[in-house]
């Protein structure tokens, strides 16, 4: 299991059409997106048909606190938009919640196919280029209790709801990912810190109580159970899934973001290659008709002998103890660009910090060095931070501070730190030379 493990403790557990206000031509396609990302069940407040949200509510939960109210973007997301444009950013990152669309099995809220959509077209109308993630980590109740990705229909119900939201919004959409980090939990087992047996049987008593509650003797969820038997109903979700979005916009830029940490082997026996194929070769294996690879980038990981090592002596650290290597991304594209000879996209590269000074220093070096990589061919088409706001960091609640923007938590009152002005800096100059 894991809750969306990074950084050490377990995350979540275990151009063509015209639309409002401004034509999606090439010519209009801004030439590199820099953006801001957020996900819906972390910023939306009250999602209370997912699974994880009842994972939250069960007792036993491992989340030290509930989901809430969130950020309130479900009803303030006119002004994350604003944030995004005030930036100077052209690029706005968000999911769609599956379990909004489809609250029941086959049954379809065109209310919140129309919300989404509104939010499409209101990015439009900004200036701002919408790239839509269809799962990030979310799932409805009703997925889960029937067997999530290991019940035989999951490719096709997947596939079913993608199809929905691509008639009801492609058309405005940049660029479309399919799922954010599906290997994220492949990597746990070779982790430096996998999460102990207490910890494995606490996560398995909350998904055996989330099952009671839903009246089912299962409920089963790729970050809360053992991902590996999950994967061939996930990847062929993603077929499925880019079939049905072709067929309904043929010229959108579809692809799969991916957990890419910048891997690196230590001594002459790492066991490196092992782990390239263990975690990313299942998806790579599937993308060979996307258009983009998504790189989402945290840290630079060591691979010894047989699982991760601790960086060497001497290495750079910060005051938790994490090593500070911001370039880390430029070495991340070059490899996701290697493997899959796609264009990237940073979908995802941020930098947990109480103290916004750290993600001020850490942006400009994370952002040279993927204009390093760009210097020496790599096709990336855009570099998106996370996050747009302080959110609800899954197992781990509201107290990690991922956020360029902060938010109240009783008001909801959103204010940009320095680092966002920093970031927006850059993309306004078009890069950290003429910032
Ligand atoms: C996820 C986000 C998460 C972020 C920081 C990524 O793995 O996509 O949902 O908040 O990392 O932990």
Not at 262 to 290: C, N, Q, T
Request: charged share 20%; net charge neutral.
């Amino acid at each position: 299991m894991t809750m969306i493990d990074r950084r050490g403790a377990i995350g979540v557990l275990a151009g063509g059409a015209a639309v409002a206000g401004l034509p999606v031509t090439a010519a209009s396609k801004p030439a590199f997106l820099w953006g801001a990302a957020t996900a819906g069940h972390q910023v939306e407040g009250n999602n209370v048909n997912a699974d994880i949200w009842l994972l939250e509510q069960v007792k036993p939960t491992i989340f030290v606190e509930p989901s809430g109210d969130a950020c309130d973007s479900l009803n303030r997301w006119r002004e994350d938009v604003a944030l995004v444009k005030a930036l100077g950013l052209n690029s706005y990152r968000f999911s769609v919640e599956w379990s909004r669309i489809e609250p029941a099995r086959g049954q379809f809220s065109q209310a919140y196919l129309d919300h989404y959509a509104r939010m499409v077209a209101h990015c439009r109308e900004q200036g701002i280029a919408p790239v839509v993630t269809l799962n990030h980590f979310t799932c409805p109740r009703w997925f889960a209790a029937a067997g999530g990705w290991l019940q035989q229909d999951a490719p096709d119900l997947f596939a079913r709801y993608c199809d929905k939201v691509a008639r009801a919004m492609a058309a405005g959409m940049s660029h479309v990912l399919t799922f954010n980090e599906p290997n994220g939990p492949l990597a746990e087992s070779w982790s430096l810190n996998p999460p102990s047996a207490a910890l494995r049987a606490q996560v398995a008593a909350s998904v055996a109580a989330a099952a009671k509650a839903s009246g089912s003797d299962r409920f089963s969820l790729l970050n809360g159970g053992d991902p590996e038997p999950m994967i061939p109903g996930i990847t062929a979700a993603h077929v499925k899934a880019r079939e049905a979005i072709r067929a309904a916009r043929g010229d959108l830029p579809i692809g799969m973001s991916l957990a890419l940490p910048d891997d690196v082997a230590v001594g002459a026996d790492s066991a490196i290659e092992r782990k390239l194929a263990a975690v990313y070769g299942p998806f790579f294996a599937v993308m060979d008709k996307d258009d983009f690879v998504g790189v989402q980038t945290y840290e630079r990981r060591y691979i010894g002998r047989e699982r991760e090592v601790p960086p060497p002596p001497g290495t750079p650290r910060r005051a938790n103890g994490a090593e500070w290597f911001p370039a880390a991304v430029g070495n991340a594209v070059r490899y996701a660009h290697k493997a899959t000879g796609k264009p990237v996209m940073v979908t995802e590269n941020g930098i947990e910090a109480s103290d916004d000074a750290d993600r001020a220093r850490f942006i400009p070096e994370a952002v040279a060095s993927v204009e390093a990589a760009m210097r020496d061919g790599v096709p990336v088409t855009g570099y998106i931070h996370w996050s747009l706001l302080d959110n609800f960091e899954w197992i781990r609640g509201y107290a990690p501070k991922f956020g360029l923007v902060a938010v109240d938590r009783t008001t909801f009152k959103r204010t940009p730190k320095p680092s966002a002005q920093v970031l927006g800096r850059i993309a306004r100059a078009g890069g950290t030379r003429r910032a």
